[in-house]
């Protein structure tokens, strides 16, 4: 396993390299091209310059999160052959620097979704929060201007203002797109770009839906056992495989996430843990990293991603904002350092307990 923590460019974080390199045991960061649009061949000179900023803070990129998947791929359209050459040749950008980690995520319309940014707790600290019945009560084409209000200014990592400006257009053109279709242009796309992982040994690691339950009638494909099961077996090469999300995962309290970490042993090629507290069915509050201030069990959890093996990259996910910082929401330092730390001090004593 290697800490890694989140970084969005020096450009958009409030989160410095420097910081991140204090954080005991960090070994690196995962990161993307922000500004890089869906559907765009990431240019090497920019990947090639994003790499040397991180290793001159004493850093590695550990992994790339996300490479967007353009939505013609998503719903299949015939155009989605160029988008996919598109995306073989960021790969190929990619390995040819070294990098062997993409992360991504195939939601229709909304990458993850909440009902609030900032939820006061009673101890002050702020988290994301997420209420079935406040959601069902907005307007999904509004739904961006909802998250975007409430972000503090900061830019929500998922949540490109280009793609939301359209996002009539977009709930248009999933209209047909079902679970089933949805899954069949996965393993189309992951057909296509699957000699190119394994020429360049690039880990493809497809991130859970989140919630794991169907938002605004749009279909979910990545959210229990079963059906990541499904995903897994209809392209069995192991560069085809997972970031186990336990925040995402955890949201549906029916998922077992050791048994499924367990389970999926081999194909989980990154991890982001975190907690959160199931407040009533589909209603849940973030929490802090803590087995104690949250539903999950944190040590069952890491002490599954010990018994796999767990190889990769594993970050904290997801902090609450504490001590007035002010940040995207869900990516302060503090309590993403906090919970690094937890997180290191679990595995030490796991680990130790097992020699
Ligand atoms: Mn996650």
């Known amino acids: 396993m290697k800490l890694t923590l989140r970084w969005f460019g020096s450009k958009h974080d409030t989160v410095t390299l420097q910081e991140i390199r204090q954080i005991p045991g960090c070994e690196g960061v995962i990161t993307t ?57 960021t790969l190929e950008n990619l390995g040819e620097e070294g990098i062997d980690l993409v992360c991504y995520n195939f939601m229709p319309v909304f990458d993850w979704t909440r009902s609030d940014l900032a939820k006061q707790r009673e101890d002050g600290s702020f988290v994301l929060s997420y209420d079935q ?24 990592p998922g949540w490109e203002p280009e793609r939301l400006e359209r996002v009539k257009e977009l709930f ?12 069949e242009n996965l393993i189309y796309f992951l057909k296509a770009i699957m000699p190119t992982c394994q020429k360049y040994h690039i880990k493809m690691a497809i991130h859970m839906d ?46 077992d996430i050791p048994d499924m970490i367990r389970s999926f042993k081999g194909r989980i090629h990154f991890a982001h843990v975190r907690n959160l507290v199931h407040l009533a069915p589909g209603k849940f509050d973030e929490a802090a990293h803590l087995s104690c201030d949250g ?16 190889e990769g990259p594993l970050r904290p996910d997801h902090g609450r904002m504490i001590w007035g910082e002010r940040a995207m929401p869900g990516y302060g330092l503090f309590d993403r350092a906090l919970g690094a730390s937890y997180l290191m001090g679990l595995w030490e004593a796991i680990d130790k307990n097992r020699r």
């Not at 979910?220 to 079963?226: C, E, H, L, S, Y």
């Not at 970031?243 to 995962?249: D, E, V, Y």
Request: proline share 5%; glycine share 6%; charged share 30%.
């Open 33 to 89: 091209l922000y500004d890089a649009k869906a559907g765009e061949v990431w240019p090497k000179a920019d990947i090639r310059e994003m790499k040397a900023e991180v290793e001159a803070a004493g850093l590695k990129i550990l992994g790339i999160e996300s490479v967007n998947i353009h939505d013609d791929i998503k719903i299949g359209l015939p155009t989605r052959d160029k988008y996919i050459e598109n995306y073989i040749k």
């Open 133 to 156: 019945e406040l959601i069902d009560k907005i307007d999904p084409t509004r739904m961006f201007e909802e998250m975007d209000s409430n972000a503090d200014g900061f830019l929500l």
């Open 172 to 183: 248009d053109m999933y209209r047909d797109v079902d679970s089933e279709r949805l899954f």
């Open 210 to 255: 989140d919630p794991a339950w169907s938002v605004f009638g749009l279909p979910r494909i990545v959210n229990n056992k079963a059906n990541i099961q499904r995903i897994l077996d209809a392209v069995p090469e192991s560069n085809n495989g997972l970031t186990l999300c336990t925040g995402s995962l955890g949201s549906d309290p029916n998922n």
């Open 295 to 310: 539903s999950l069990d944190m040590y069952e959890i890491m002490k599954a991603l010990h018994d796999i093996g767990l």
